[in-house]
């Protein structure tokens, strides 16, 4: 068997932060403005005032992402360093790139993706129906008589015992007895 799939860890979803805000300058209905440039300890830093060195960020999938959690987390990887880590220039007037904010990487839960792989799942490897055998499982013998099956069909209720077209005797239930017409047909092997 396959490993046990886990529900919630199928509903993680890990994406770029770009597929879920748009960044740009001059951008009018935005929810934060970044700092673009400036010292290395001031750039990238979230605020709530457009300026000119500053990109607009607008949240696009509000269902997934709040714009007041987005701002804390840019926030918390400002404080961190996380931008001035990532700042190009040489002297103290450094600039980030716009890669840098929309490639930080998210985590949410989509349970409709959870369900689009299960489904996915169970039409690629479908369960497996119990495979029939052609003779069912022996079961104890009864009374100390041993339980004799029929040659057409499996039944256990093979009383009868005819000789086939290979001239052996084979025991055969009554039911295909008659289903087969066999005129010679004994209730006991001589």
Known sequence: MGRRRNLWSDMIVTVPLGQLITVRANLRDADMWIERRGTPGKVGMPTRTPGPHRWGVRVDRRDVLDPAYLYLLLEHLWRKGHF???????????????????????????????????????????????????????????????????????????????????????????????????????????
């Open 84 to 190: 001035a880590h990532l700042a190009h220039g040489s002297t103290r007037l450094v600039n980030i790139l716009m890669r840098d904010v929309t490639g930080i990487r998210v985590q949410y839960r989509d349970p409709m993706r959870a369900f689009a792989m299960d489904w996915r799942a169970y039409v690629k490897n479908p369960p497996r129906r119990p495979r029939r055998t052609r003779h069912a499982p022996q079961r104890p013998p009864v009374h100390g008589r041993p339980e004799i099956s029929c040659s057409s069909c499996s039944r256990r209720t093979a009383t009868i015992w005819i000789v086939n077209r290979l001239g052996r005797l084979v025991p055969v239930c009554a039911t295909c007895v008659e289903r087969l017409g066999q005129p010679s047909a004994s209730p006991r092997p001589a």
